[in-house]
């Protein structure tokens, strides 16, 4: 199996090591002054450590009430507008933190598109969305997954090579309803008793939320997600067989059943004075019919298999720990919009304007590293600019010798 990054989409994640933008711009511009450049990109990524740990702080105590693995217990109790408040304030700080880490909202609309496709790997899945409250999904670099598969053309005995698309990384924020809401819901749409609805729901969907104060908000993490799998992500999936399966089983478990039938009735003619025969007779259809539901099982377990493996593998991490993880990706990201800002200013020996720098480092990152990048150019100013190191004249920047840089720049 192999990934490579989709060359047709520009994106503004930087694929690139903090580290090696260092090196790599230094040897660029033949620069002299390496130890000096050394120090300013620590101090950087140091200030945007500080700054982001705050975030972080907050973040945590906002999510601490919703956090379905906390194992911390509190005198403190909230009531229902406090609950909802918290949750307003959790949405609102961590969208413009995934802006930072340079992540793409999903919108409904895509993610309702790939629940028509079929994986080709032979998964395919449902997911009621209606069993939840509120659904986040943000993703972050497109790639092209080269893989090959058993080609059912050829009754399973080549292979063909296929290409798909998926999403490198995925962040995932999901709000189960009350049960007594989607209980509601599902009685006034179907007609159907509520308290039956309600025992169901109880039995058979143990993510609704029971409790009105103590509501849990799941987040998770994943990388490497083909497009056509999104389903698989959620916690209410169902695994359904595809249709060539359904086609299969039926052919070749209707014709096997219908003979075993009919082998049946001839038998029982021919020994109804025999009922040893007419025991085995029966026995034997027996077991064609339970030899095709093993087979209806057994493809439903091969599913589930590889549901369980390809979540297994996939899963970065859960609840606080992907906040603390999308934290860090965030002070790697803003710190490489700086530096590459940061390194191209000081080494020009004249101002700049934006555009000229954005199609600067767009231009090093394709030479260099042979991909396209929709460069953040803005925002690394930005950056450059809170970090006390930018120098404005009109429409033309520069920035403070390397020197000077180091000792204005703020930690803490």
């Given at each position: 199996?192999?990934i490579?990054?989709?060359d047709t989409i520009?994106?503004?994640f930087?694929?690139i090591?903090?580290?090696?933008?260092?090196s790599?711009?230094?040897?660029?511009?033949?620069?002299?002054?390496r130890?000096?450049f050394?120090?300013?990109?620590?101090?950087?990524h140091?200030?945007?450590y500080?700054h982001y740990?705050?975030?972080?702080q907050?973040?945590?105590?906002l999510?601490r009430?919703?956090?379905?693995?906390?194992?911390?217990i509190?005198?403190?109790?909230l009531?229902?507008p406090?609950y909802?408040?918290r949750e307003?304030q959790?949405?609102r700080?961590?969208?413009?933190?995934?802006?930072d880490a340079?992540?793409?909202?999903?919108t409904?609309e895509?993610l309702?598109?790939?629940?028509?496709?079929?994986?080709?790997?032979?998964?395919?899945?449902?997911?009621d969305?209606?069993d939840f409250?509120?659904i986040?999904?943000?993703?972050r670099?497109?790639?092209i997954?080269t893989d090959k598969?058993r080609?059912?053309?050829?009754l399973?005995?080549k292979?063909?090579q296929?290409?798909?698309?998926?999403?490198?990384?995925?962040f995932?924020?999901?709000k189960?309803k009350?049960l007594e809401?989607?209980?509601?819901?599902i009685a006034?749409s179907?007609?159907?008793?509520?308290?039956?609805?309600r025992a169901?729901?109880?039995?058979?969907?143990?993510?609704l939320?029971?409790?009105?104060a103590?509501?849990?908000?799941?987040?998770k993490?994943?990388?490497n997600?083909?497009?056509?799998?999104?389903?698989?992500?959620f916690?209410?999936?169902?695994?359904?067989?595809?249709?060539?399966d359904?086609?299969k089983?039926?052919?070749?478990g209707?014709?096997?059943?219908?003979?075993?039938?009919?082998?049946?009735?001839?038998?029982?003619?021919?020994?109804a004075l025999?009922p040893?025969?007419?025991?085995g007779?029966?026995g034997?259809?027996v077991?064609?019919?339970?030899?095709?539901v093993k087979e209806?099982?057994?493809?439903?377990?091969?599913?589930m298999?590889?549901?369980?493996e390809?979540?297994?593998f996939?899963n970065?991490?859960?609840?606080?720990?992907?906040l603390?993880y999308?934290?860090n990706m965030?002070?790697?990201?803003?710190?490489?919009e700086?530096?590459?800002?940061?390194?191209f200013l000081?080494h020009q020996q004249?101002?700049m304007?934006?555009?000229?720098l954005?199609h600067?480092i767009?231009?090093?990152?394709r030479?260099?590293?042979d991909?396209e990048?929709?460069?953040?150019v803005e925002?690394?100013?930005?950056?450059?600019r809170?970090l006390?190191l930018?120098i404005?004249?009109?429409?033309?920047?520069?920035?403070?010798?390397?020197?000077e840089a180091?000792?204005?720049?703020e930690?803490?």
């Open positions: 199996m192999q490579d990054y989709n520009k994106e503004r930087i694929p090591p903090y580290d090696e933008i260092l790599g711009v230094l040897t660029h511009f033949q620069t002299k002054e130890d000096a050394e120090a300013l990109a620590h101090k950087i140091l200030h945007y500080h740990y705050a975030t972080l907050e973040l945590r105590g999510y009430c919703f956090n379905p693995d906390r194992d911390t509190s005198n403190h109790s009531d229902i406090a909802n408040e307003s959790l949405y700080h961590i969208a413009p933190l995934l802006n340079n992540y793409e909202r999903l409904k895509i309702q598109e790939t629940m028509n496709r079929t994986s080709p790997y032979g998964v395919e899945v449902s997911v969305f209606d409250e509120q986040e999904l943000y993703f670099g497109e790639s997954q598969i080609d059912p053309k050829t399973y005995l292979k063909k296929i290409q798909e698309p998926l999403y490198r990384r995925l995932l924020i999901i189960p009350l809401t989607r209980a509601q819901e006034q179907s007609g159907k008793d509520i308290d039956k609805v169901k729901l109880q039995k058979n969907n143990p993510l939320i029971t409790d009105e103590n509501r849990n908000i799941y987040i993490l994943f990388k997600i083909p497009h056509a799998d999104l389903e698989m992500l916690p209410n999936t169902k695994v359904r067989m595809t249709l060539f359904k086609i089983l039926g052919v070749l209707g014709g096997g059943t219908i003979g075993g039938g009919s082998t049946l009735v001839t038998k029982l003619g021919a020994a025999d040893i025969a007419a025991l007779a029966i034997a259809f077991g064609i019919l339970w030899r095709q209806v099982f057994f493809r439903r377990t091969h599913y298999a590889k549901l369980s390809r979540l297994y996939h970065l991490d859960n609840n606080e720990g992907a603390n999308m934290v965030a002070i790697q990201e803003e710190s490489k700086a530096l590459f800002v940061y390194l000081a004249e101002p304007a934006l555009e000229e954005d600067a767009e231009a090093y990152v030479k260099y590293y991909m990048l929709d460069f953040e925002d690394g100013v930005n950056g450059v809170d006390g930018l404005e004249d009109g429409d033309k920047i520069s920035v403070l010798e390397v020197a180091i000792e204005n720049i930690i803490g």
